[in-house]
Every structure is written in structure tokens, then in C-alpha cells.
């Protein structure tokens, strides 16, 4: 036998053992993923809202959704506000999870923002470098799954070698 190679009955004892503590560790976790998958859109709710003839049209329509809420403070609707509480919608459900996840999850879930942190980086160094705008500016544009606390720190350099030295050493 291989060093390290497992017969099938011990990954079959090592599987029923980690479904021992699965209730324990990641029942609730699961339970919250599989929340959020029956809350988003069939393929049908996408055909009835592709046949909406106007915004309030759109708003009337997920009402009837687990959607219904998140635009019923709304009193002007544009499409960028719709994009806008539909984000936000989406980083508040993100850190609910991430706040009641395991370590593993946790540990996933912040690589799936990396991407988002990485623009943002972009974003604020190439403002701050060509002054184009103020530093709240480049923040607002920023997206809310990148943000991050050292984020504001990049604002406070003043040549690209202290920029350097915030966003790739520090």
C-alpha cells in the first residue's frame, strides 16, 4: 500500500466522522447559504420582469420577492439606485455570513473579496498619484466589498514611493 493512501473503508469511517460534527460546526452556516439560493430569482421571475414596462413596474414585482423590501424606502427610482440597493443588499447579506462562518468559510469568503480590495486599490492610487479627486470621492467610488481599513491609509501618501510602501510592504 501507498504511505498515505487510505482504504475505502477509512474515508469511509473519516467521512462519517466529519458528519458527526457537521451539525455542530457548519449546520448553521449551511442553513444560511441555503436561505439565500431559494431567495434569488428563477428563471421565470426574470422572464416576468424582462415584461415590465416601467420601474415601478420592476419595484412591484420583487415586492412580491424576498426583494420586496430592499427598495421600499426608495422615493425617486433610477436604475443606479436600484444597482446601488442591490449592493448593498448583496455586502450586508456577505458579512452576515462571513460573521457567523467557520473558520474555513471565513477564510474562503475573504478570497472572494480579494478582487474587489484589488480595485480599489487601483482605484484610490490612481486618483491620489493625478490628483484627481479628493480622497472621499475616490472612497465613494470605491466598491463596498473591497473595503477595507487600511484602504484609508493610501489616501495619507504623498509620492508614489510612500504609496509604494503603504499598499505593497505594509
Not at 452556516?29 to 439560493?37: L, P, Q, S, T
Not at 420582469?49 to 416601467?54: A, G, R, V, Y
Not at 474555513?104 to 472572494?112: E, G, N, P, R, W
Not at 498619484?129 to 467610488?141: F, M
Request: net charge negative.
Amino acid at each position: 500500500k501507498e504511505r498515505g493512501a487510505r482504504s475505502e473503508r477509512e474515508r469511509e469511517t473519516m467521512s462519517w466522522t466529519e458528519l458527526t460534527t457537521f451539525n455542530a460546526f457548519d449546520a448553521y452556516d449551511d442553513g444560511i447559504v441555503r436561505g439565500f439560493k431559494s431567495a434569488l430569482l428563477t428563471e421565470s421571475d426574470y422572464e416576468n420582469l424582462m415584461q415590465c414596462n416601467s420601474l415601478e413596474d420592476v419595484k412591484m414585482f420583487l415586492q412580491a420577492t424576498d426583494y420586496g423590501t430592499f427598495l421600499s424606502n426608495v422615493v425617486e427610482l433610477d436604475p443606479a439606485t436600484i444597482v446601488e440597493k442591490a449592493t448593498q443588499r448583496m455586502v450586508e447579506e456577505y458579512n452576515y455570513l462571513v460573521g457567523n462562518a467557520g473558520e474555513t468559510l471565513s477564510a474562503y469568503l475573504d478570497f472572494l473579496r480579494h478582487p474587489y480590495m484589488t480595485d480599489n486599490i487601483v482605484l484610490v492610487l490612481s486618483g491620489t498619484t493625478r490628483n484627481d479627486s479628493s480622497l472621499s470621492k475616490l472612497l465613494e467610488a470605491c466598491h463596498p466589498m473591497g473595503m477595507f481599513e487600511e484602504l484609508l491609509t493610501v489616501g495619507v501618501a504623498s509620492t508614489p514611493k510612500e504609496l509604494y510602501e503603504l499598499v505593497l510592504i505594509e
